[in-house]
């Protein structure tokens, strides 16, 4: 049998022409997938590096967070111990303010404020802070004193005094108080 030998030599030429076109698209086509590997596992390789870069930027603002809390944070100590301050002072009013009530510390305080000569001489304090006296008092003079006295006092308010004699003789005045 014999071969078939194709005389038409444009279409051998043609054929051969096409040839190499098809292995330049080959090769393209391989260098275009090599590049696109490649930068596929650039990437795939460089996924721990830009990982630890986002987490260093979170890492300083919240670091940036922090700093600007603790600002806070040293006020509300401080709010928290002056809370502290003034939880105590209350205590400490609220003592001073019982003893205030205890009628023999009153009736001390009472008696530092009386005028030489004078005396009380009877006392009694109701449950409301107030408290009636009746003093002898050796001139109209110091009765007028003591009430003055009494009316800047920090310690007592006064509310009542009975009718006072303008005679240079002892007397005694009934009082009516109030601890402040």
Excluded: C, H
């Excluded at 990437?43 to 721990?48: D, E, Q, T």
């Excluded at 009386?114 to 003079?141: C, E, R, T, W």
């Excluded at 006295?149 to 240079?168: H, P, Q, R, V, W």
């Amino acid at each position: 049998m014999r071969e078939r030998v194709q005389l038409n030599f444009a279409q051998r030429w043609r054929i051969k022409l096409k040839e190499p076109k098809k292995e330049a698209r080959r090769r393209t086509k391989r260098i275009l997938a090599g590049i696109g590997v490649g930068i596929v596992v650039v990437a795939m390789g460089s996924l721990p590096w830009v990982y630890e870069y986002r987490l260093a930027k979170e890492l300083t603002a919240l670091n940036q967070q922090i700093a600007s809390l603790q600002d806070i944070d040293t006020q509300v100590y401080q709010m928290q111990a002056l809370e502290g301050l003034v939880d105590s002072q209350e205590k400490f009013l609220e003592l001073i303010t019982k003893g205030r009530k205890n009628p023999s510390e009153v009736l001390n305080r009472l008696q530092q404020q009386l005028p030489a000569g004078s005396a009380v001489v009877s006392f009694s304090m109701a449950n409301d802070s107030s408290f009636k006296a009746s003093i002898n008092f050796p001139s109209p003079v110091d009765a007028a004193n003591f009430w003055s006295g009494m009316m800047s006092s920090n310690y007592f308010e006064t509310k009542d005094i009975d009718a006072m004699s303008l005679e240079d003789k002892e007397q005694t005045l009934n009082m009516e108080f109030k601890l402040k």
